[in-house]
């Protein structure tokens, strides 16, 4: 399409678009995101459903898990169904996949986006708040994949994976100024674990991948959301990221598009990771 519309031939045929649109739609298929009635969760559930996936939704807090159901089922595209469950334990992780298995059978992609965060000075950081951090960051994506191993096996296939996105953040890539320890440490351990696991589920044509976010203005990163302009001048783009930004990056995991991507990760920050200069001594 390229080389023809430099050579004044109309860039994009009936054919071409069709083939964008079968390689990033999700219709017929059905996903679960975990914390998706808020935040980042909820622009990959918008995303999802705006695809044509039926998606479900998981939140510990029934009332908000329930309007955001209903919210992105009116959009009309297809429907959002709320499961409400605390995930922070291996028993509410299993809770949650047999609803699954009731209503479905199968499930075709899996984000696990559920995740805490905890800051405190060194020398007075609690138990509490590394094991909460800890428990639903690392422990809970891997406890509730390993619990929808068979629903994610059972519609796989070579030509058409299931799919597993952790949610990450680029403070597993390099630090922020706040003393958040276990979450700094959770967040690392979430993107080589994202690797581990896509080594063993790849032999189930099921595809791990990972995404790690930056700014974005949720109750999790409340610096982006009440300080937007701040953030943005820190950031190599000089923004903070939209609900467009997370929901294209998890649908092309999610569809046809990312189906050779595995073990992975795509941080989308606006460049913080990878293309900021070091502010060392000159």
Known sequence: AFLRSQANVPAYSHGDLQLIENLFSLMDRVALVTGGSRGIGKMIAQGFVESGAKTYISARKTDACDATAEELTALGHAPCISLPQDISTVAGAKMLA???????????????NAGAAWAADFDEFPEAGWDKVMNLNVKSPFFLTQALHAALKKGASADKPAKVINICSIDGIKLNPLETYSYHASKSSLLYLTKRMAARLVQDNIVVTAIAPGPFASEMNRAARDMEDAVASRTPMRRIGRDEDMAGTAIFLASKAGDYVCGDSIAVDGGIAYASLSQGPS
């Open 98 to 112: 047999e609803e699954i298995y009731t209503r479905e059978g199968k499930l075709d992609i899996l984000v696990n």
